[in-house]
T-cell receptor, first 112, second 118 residues
Framework: KQEVTQIPAALSVPEGENLVLNCSFTDSAIYNLQWFRQDPGKGLTSLLLIQSSQREQTSGRLNASLDKSSGRSTLYIAASQPGDSATYLCAVLSGSARQLTFGSGTQLTVLP | GAVVSQHPSRVICKSGTSVKIECRSLDFQATTMFWYRQFPKQSLMLMAT?????????EQGVEKDKFLINHASLTLSTLTVTSAHPEDSSFYICSAIGWAGGPGNEQFFGPGTRLTVL
């Protein structure tokens, strides 16, 4: 059974800092890995999707990497802003049923 | 990107009543839809997978008689919480995968439905 772990559970940084969120998964036979953002009481916003054959994806200040063999992904946020404050979820798509397994999230607070 | 809607966005009901939540893919045909539940400060847990025209597949521990799922068309899936109780209060989110292509397809998520059972 796929398990996804995110570290740290919470992170607080001053505005302008670069930061890294970590995600690890137990079964490396994945189809893709996705990073989401969730604001309090809201749904999910997809940030980046990395296919299993890819090593990284970039969108603006966000860069996500994938090392499938070691079961790890990182989300790098450059020059953080207070508007980046949210919970960031990592999810992997795996299994014959194409199920997404989510991590427990990292709650990010960027202080002005 | 593809758009998935949910209705209602928020519902409050009395204990013992049934509540229906709709999930629609607005600009694509969804062969498979997923229903997730999220308790406060926890991550999303998959409840069930539904394919158009067939019975839903429920995850272990999810009561299929309590959470009725119908995927009647390629653009609509419904989740009915029957005889709701306060412990069913949660945030319910659906997602959908479109037709074409293999296992790398992206799931598109609805905005979620906040259910509060009094």
């Amino acid at each position: 059974k796929q398990e996804v772990t995110q570290i740290p559970a919470a992170l607080s940084v001053p505005e302008g800092e670069n930061l890294v969120l970590n995600c690890s998964f137990t079964d490396s036979a994945i189809y893709n890995l996705q990073w989401f953002r969730q604001d309090p009481g809201k749904g999910l916003t997809s940030l980046l999707l990395i296919q299993s054959s890819q090593r990284e994806q970039t969108s603006g200040r966000l860069n996500a990497s994938l090392d499938k063999s070691s079961g790890r992904s990182t989300l790098y946020i450059a020059a953080s802003q207070p508007g980046d404050s949210a919970t960031y979820l990592c999810a992997v798509l795996s299994g014959s049923a194409r199920q997404l397994t989510f991590g427990s999230g990292t709650q990010l607070t960027v202080l002005p | 990107g593809a758009v998935v809607s949910q209705h209602p966005s928020r519902v409050i009901c009395k204990s013992g009543t049934s509540v229906k939540i709709e999930c629609r893919s607005l600009d694509f045909q969804a062969t498979t839809m997923f229903w997730y539940r999220q308790f406060p400060k926890q991550s999303l847990m998959l409840m069930a997978t539904s394919n158009e025209g067939s019975k839903a597949t429920y995850e272990q521990g999810v009561e299929k008689d309590k959470f009725l799922i119908n995927h009647a068309s390629l653009t609509l899936s419904t989740l009915t919480v029957t005889s709701a109780h306060p412990e069913d209060s949660s945030f319910y989110i659906c997602s959908a995968i479109g037709w074409a292509g293999g296992p790398g397809n992206e799931q598109f998520f609805g905005p979620g439905t906040r259910l509060t059972v009094l």
